[in-house]
């Protein structure tokens, strides 16, 4: 490994290329993963790819359409791959979850769910504040599940979030909601009655 990173120390602009920060000198396809596993062998990752690798570590990496049939199925593993390769590359930075507890507010909802899945990760337990209040703030209810699992994993009782009148409320709230067309053929009179498992 020493060897590997002091050549790409010395020829970065494989790894610019790699990442796509560069124009691709060759045609082939390349997993950003791999590029970011280099990057984790240096001794300090290089200031200009910190950014970068944060933005991986909360999106999902941009693959043309110009790509292979075989790729573009590839993308949702390899999103994975790349995301959780960034975020790994990070986790050393000090205080690397203040950053991503400001994603909790980002605009974007796949961000805020990574960024809350991240800390989960991370499991530094001042990030607990950021997470409520995130929650509380939060209309989505998919990034309220995410919220919800990351404090849970961080030891934290969520069963207040979970007691039968709030989740009656939930759906009653959701079925106000317009049936997605997708759905038009289900026949919901076929559903037996919700019940708990308690009575």
Known sequence: P?????????????????????????????????????????????????????????????????????????????????????????????????????????????????AANWLAELGQKSSINALNAALKNEKCKTVQAAILVALEKMGEDISQHLTPKKLLADAQQGLKGKIPAGLDWFDFNLIPTLTWQNG
């Open 2 to 114: 020493y060897k590997l990173w002091a050549f790409f120390a010395e020829n970065e602009f494989l790894i610019d290329e790699a990442l796509g920060l560069a124009p691709q000198q060759t045609s082939y396809f390349i997993n950003k993963a791999y590029p970011i596993k280099i990057l984790q062998m240096f001794s300090t990752i290089p200031a200009k790819y910190v950014a970068y690798l944060f933005e991986l570590a909360l999106n999902e990496s941009k693959y043309t359409q110009e790509q292979p049939y075989f790729i573009l199925r590839l993308i949702p593993d390899i999103d994975n791959q790349v995301r959780y390769a960034a975020q790994d590359a990070l986790k050393p930075i000090p205080n690397i979850h203040i950053q991503v507890e400001q994603a909790l507010s980002s605009p974007k909802q796949k961000v805020r769910v990574a």
